[in-house]
């Protein structure tokens, strides 16, 4: 069975930093693109930043464009997602989601985590 | 950067009738495509990707089309289940993007 577990969210000060992270388990982990998607409350998706399966292939929404950073640990199975310069419009729950492939493109996403919320306050 | 729009934003029908949301793309995204259903508490679930394949497991009473900017879902017989906000998402190239939702509610 796919799990992703997100972990790391909590209160923080605007212009601190935070870092979240998620555990995958269930499948081949770096086979696949992994991603950040937020939802601030009573709002829609928001993709956030996305990361290949070897690491080298990222991108970032430009609403957090040089103050988040994704990357990856596939020894430990775990996506990570630094937030520096957090404001309070990054309060939303984080969501770690698995691409179908191992690019960013393409398909869709095929399996989510339940979510770790931020607040920036 | 593409940007999505979908139509209606919100709509309201009866179990059984048919229903179709419209997402449209700021430019052409081939057939990048994913549709998901979200319920209020719980975390996106992905029906449509690739514009048109079916996402194993899910009802075939749902169903996409479309390629270019323009793509549709459609809900051949809408079921209490199948109440929920429906968002489009490009996979075409980074930024990847979604739509700002379509929320179906009961008539």
């Known amino acids: 069975e796919v799990q992703l577990v997100e972990s790391g969210g909590g209160l923080v000060q605007p212009g601190r930093s935070l870092r979240l992270s998620c555990a995958g388990s269930?499948?081949?982990?770096?086979?696949?693109?992994l991603h950040w998607v937020r939802q601030a409350p009573g709002k829609g998706l928001e993709w956030v930043s996305g990361?290949?399966?070897?690491?080298?292939?990222?991108g970032y929404a430009d609403s957090v464009k040089g103050r988040f950073t994704i990357s990856r640990d596939n020894a430990r199975n775990s996506l990570y997602l630094q937030m520096n310069s957090l404001r309070p419009e990054d309060t939303a729950l984080y969501y770690c989601a698995k691409g179908m492939s191992g690019s960013y493109s393409g398909d869709g996403f095929d399996f989510w985590g339940q979510g770790t919320k931020v607040t920036v306050s | 950067d593409i940007q999505l729009t979908q139509s209606p934003s919100f709509l309201s029908a009866s179990v059984g009738d048919r229903v179709t949301i419209t997402c449209r793309a700021s430019?052409?995204?081939?057939?990048?495509l994913a549709w998901y259903q979200q319920k209020p508490g719980e975390a996106p679930k992905l029906l449509i990707y690739a514009a048109s394949t079916l996402q194993s497991g899910v009802p075939s009473r749902f169903s996409g089309s479309g390629s270019g900017t323009e793509f549709t879902l459609t809900v051949s017989s809408l079921q209490p289940e199948d109440y929920a906000t429906y968002y489009c998402q490009q996979l075409n190239n980074y930024p990847l993007t979604f739509g700002p939702g379509t929320k179906v509610d009961i008539k």
């Open positions: 269930g499948f081949v982990f770096d086979d696949y693109a």
């Open positions: 430019q052409g995204i081939s057939g990048y």
């Open positions: 990361i290949g399966w070897g690491g080298a292939s990222t």
